[in-house]
């Protein structure tokens, strides 16, 4: 008898979030939605408990991105809800979305429907593709970005209470101008 050799699969991040997504999706359909029978077999409707979250509402925010130098690259969206990760790690935003930098000099739009609460949002045209920010002597940037509320600090980076803004439940426009050095 032969045994057939044991496969091992490997798993990245994404991967094993998108299955514990799944799994908790399933959990709260059958603690929250599940219906059953009676003792007799007759169908029971299944009623909310009190402990299962209630639908929050959505919000549409829309982005417009103004003052691009050129339609090389892409541009990298991210909208965040914490110090934590802003303006640049995507594992750490709310939402994030990266697009082709084409659209001319005119503006580029981008929406992300996010529950009402605070933000900030931030845009780097990655104009080499390269995933990250260039940068040259002195960590000065190579390649235009920008953040919400469009704060122009000369030496440092826009920090996330500079960025903030309040998602309504009606939702909300912002714009962000991206600057080059």
């Known amino acids: 008898m032969s045994c057939a050799p044991l496969r091992v699969r490997s798993y ?5 979030v998108r299955a514990l997504i799944g799994s908790v999706v399933t959990l709260v359909v059958l603690a929250c939605g599940a219906s059953g029978t009676s003792a007799d077999d007759t169908p029971v409707a ?3 408990p009190t402990s299962c979250p209630a639908s929050q ?27 934590d ?7 750490k935003s709310a ?24 933000y900030a949002a931030s845009v780097l045209h990655d104009e ?7 940068k ?8 235009g970005y920008g953040v919400t509320n469009n704060p ?17 439940p009606e939702g909300a426009k912002r714009s962000i101008s991206v600057q080059y050095f």
């Open 46 to 48: 299944a009623s909310q």
């Open 95 to 118: 939402a994030w979305e990266v697009r082709a930098a084409k659209g001319g000099r005119g503006p580029i739009v981008f929406t992300a429907t996010l529950p009402p609460g605070t």
């Open 128 to 134: 080499n593709k390269s995933g990250n920010m260039d």
């Open 12 to 16: 990245n991040g994404r991967m094993v």
């Open 57 to 83: 509402p959505l919000a549409t925010l829309t982005v417009e991105i103004k003052d691009l130098r050129n339609t090389r690259g892409q541009l990298i969206f991210g909208v965040f809800t914490s110090a």
């Open 152 to 168: 122009k600090p000369r030496f440092r980076a826009a920090t996330f209470g500079e960025a903030t803004f309040t998602l309504p």
């Open 136 to 143: 040259g002597l002195g960590g000065i940037p190579k390649e």
């Open 85 to 91: 990760g802003f303006p640049s790690e995507e594992r």
